[in-house]
């Protein structure tokens, strides 16, 4: 009897879990089904507001189109009329411009100057305190103005001295030893001749008709040898530039973007008709900025070209005076003068153009012709624009009055 009840019991407590777990598992099942249901209601709903996005973009696509280049090229002045807004103006400006001019200029610049530029290699001996005597090797660029062998270089590439070895490159493969016949360190130019005649000399342009933003062409041997008679083209960037280089000041340079490496140094630049413009000089190092290259004018070099030409040598002509730029003699003596630049004469030579025409000690030069002169190497620049016999008015302040005085350079000695 106790079996039988333990047995029902058994079979009860069997049945209700049966119960329970039924009742979860269709609780499951029901929930289960309302989430999958709502869940694909809830797609439904996003489906149908994305589809909304993209045909209101696929819209405004074809409208745009519309608007932009099918009516104002089809459709505007031939079915429709034409809004204002594309009537346009009668003042536009066009400017044709065909890159093939440029490129056909510079070849053609290339094939007439191209013999005209040589390489330079130079041998200096320098005593070393530790080991004696060594050879210093350097190479740069020139460029032949005369027919007889007379060749324009930097004076750095000669090394600043007569007595570097000179060796001059030509286009045909020959070879010759040069020699210095003059260079002068604060115009960083240098003449440098050679034995040969009917060479193919360079036609020489007027560096004071050059302007911003023409050709400009750059011929020289960037980098060395191996890459001789390298052609570069740009622009004329600007005119009258001044550089402080390696203590020195030089002026009136004509800047380029056309590329100027270390090499291209005495090498011509050349206009748009092959001549020359400038002597390549300098290019600014710098991790900041490129494309700064500079030449010395042509014109600057014509009157010494001319002169070691004709005697074989460049003297020119002087004034007498020895001086000092107002700026260093206010800072070295703590005074201030009246003019703001200009050279303070602190002595006066005897015998000199300078002596004939009255000047002296306490005088400030501002001004040589239409040429201003703020050091004695502005001065020094002026004059070699001038021969025995030419004639000259000074501007001066003297005692806080400006005058002007005339000069003859007839004299050749003094400093």
Do not use: C
């Given at each position: 009897?106790?079996?039988?009840?333990?047995?029902?019991?058994?079979?009860?407590?069997?049945?209700?879990?049966?119960?329970?777990?039924?009742?979860?598992?269709?609780?499951?099942?029901?929930?289960?089904?309302?989430?999958?249901v709502?869940?694909?209601?809830?797609?439904?709903?996003?489906?149908?507001?994305?589809?909304?996005?993209?045909?209101?973009?696929?819209?405004?696509?074809?409208?745009?189109?519309?608007?932009?280049?099918?009516?104002?090229?089809?459709?505007?002045?031939?079915?429709?009329?034409?809004?204002?807004?594309?009537?346009?103006?009668n003042?536009?400006?066009?400017i044709?411009?065909?890159?093939?001019?440029?490129?056909?200029?510079?070849?053609?610049?290339?094939?007439?100057?191209?013999?005209?530029?040589?390489?330079?290699?130079?041998?200096?001996?320098?005593?070393?305190?530790?080991?004696?005597?060594?050879?210093?090797?350097?190479?740069?660029?020139?460029?032949?103005?005369?027919?007889?062998?007379?060749?324009?270089?930097?004076?750095?590439?000669?090394?600043?001295?007569?007595?570097?070895?000179?060796?001059?490159l030509?286009?045909?493969?020959?070879?010759?030893?040069?020699?210095?016949?003059?260079?002068?360190?604060?115009?960083?130019?240098?003449?440098?001749?050679?034995?040969?005649?009917?060479?193919?000399?360079?036609?020489?342009?007027?560096?004071?008709?050059?302007?911003?933003?023409?050709?400009?062409?750059?011929?020289?041997?960037?980098?060395?040898?191996?890459?001789?008679?390298?052609?570069?083209?740009?622009?004329?960037?600007?005119?009258?530039?001044?550089?402080?280089?390696?203590?020195?000041?030089?002026?009136?340079?004509l800047?380029?973007?056309?590329?100027?490496?270390?090499?291209?140094?005495?090498?011509?630049?050349?206009?748009?008709?092959?001549?020359?413009?400038?002597?390549?000089?300098?290019?600014?190092r710098?991790?900041?900025a490129?494309?700064?290259g500079?030449?010395?004018?042509?014109?600057?070099?014509?009157?010494?070209?001319s002169?070691?030409?004709?005697?074989?040598?460049?003297?020119?002509?002087?004034?007498?005076?020895?001086?000092?730029?107002?700026?260093?003699y206010?800072?070295?003596?703590?005074r201030?003068?009246?003019?703001?630049?200009?050279?303070y004469?602190?002595?006066?030579?005897?015998?000199?153009?300078?002596?004939?025409?009255?000047?002296?000690?306490?005088?400030?030069?501002?001004?040589?012709?239409?040429?201003?002169?703020?050091?004695?190497?502005?001065?020094?620049?002026?004059?070699?624009?001038?021969?025995?016999?030419d004639?000259?008015?000074?501007?001066?302040?003297?005692?806080?009055?400006?005058?002007?005085?005339?000069?003859?350079?007839?004299?050749?000695?003094?400093?």
């Amino acid at each position: 009897m106790e079996d039988n009840n333990n047995f029902q019991n058994q079979e009860n407590r069997e049945t209700r879990d049966e119960s329970i777990y039924t009742n979860r598992t269709d609780n499951r099942e029901k929930h289960s089904y309302t989430y999958s249901v709502e869940g694909k209601k809830a797609s439904k709903k996003r489906r149908g507001l994305f589809s909304y996005i993209v045909v209101a973009l696929i819209a405004a696509l074809i409208g745009g189109t519309l608007s932009s280049y099918i009516a104002p090229n089809y459709l505007y002045g031939r079915y429709i009329p034409t809004p204002k807004i594309f009537k346009g103006s009668n003042n536009v400006q066009k400017i044709n411009i065909d890159p093939k001019d440029d490129i056909t200029t510079v070849e053609a610049v290339a094939k007439k100057s191209m013999k005209s530029v040589v390489g330079i290699t130079t041998v200096q001996v320098k005593q070393n305190f530790f080991f004696g005597p060594i050879r210093e090797q350097g190479v740069g660029s020139g460029v032949i103005v005369d027919s007889d062998g007379y060749i324009m270089t930097n004076s750095h590439v000669i090394g600043n001295s007569k007595k570097s070895e000179i060796t001059v490159l030509f286009e045909n493969g020959d070879k010759k030893k040069g020699e210095v016949l003059w260079y002068d360190t604060s115009l960083d130019l240098a003449m440098v001749k050679v034995d040969g005649t009917n060479l193919p000399a360079a036609e020489l342009g007027n560096s004071d008709d050059v302007n911003v933003g023409e050709i400009a062409v750059a011929i020289g041997n960037p980098l060395g040898l191996d890459f001789e008679r390298t052609v570069t083209s740009g622009i004329i960037s600007g005119l009258n530039r001044t550089l402080e280089t390696e203590g020195k000041r030089i002026e009136d340079l004509l800047q380029t973007d056309a590329s100027i490496n270390p090499g291209n140094s005495g090498g011509p630049l050349l206009n748009s008709k092959g001549e020359v413009i400038g002597i390549n000089t300098v290019k600014i190092r710098s991790e900041v900025a490129e494309g700064l290259g500079f030449a010395i004018p042509i014109n600057t070099a014509k009157p010494i070209i001319s002169q070691v030409i004709e005697k074989g040598e460049f003297n020119p002509v002087i004034l007498g005076i020895q001086g000092i730029s107002v700026e260093n003699y206010e800072q070295m003596l703590g005074r201030d003068l009246s003019p703001e630049s200009g050279v303070y004469i602190v002595e006066v030579y005897p015998d000199t153009p300078a002596a004939e025409v009255g000047l002296r000690v306490g005088d400030v030069i501002i001004k040589i012709d239409d040429k201003e002169t703020e050091t004695i190497d502005d001065i020094r620049k002026v004059l070699f624009n001038y021969n025995i016999g030419d004639k000259s008015n000074i501007t001066i302040l003297r005692n806080g009055e400006e005058k002007t005085v005339g000069v003859t350079f007839d004299k050749k000695s003094g400093q």
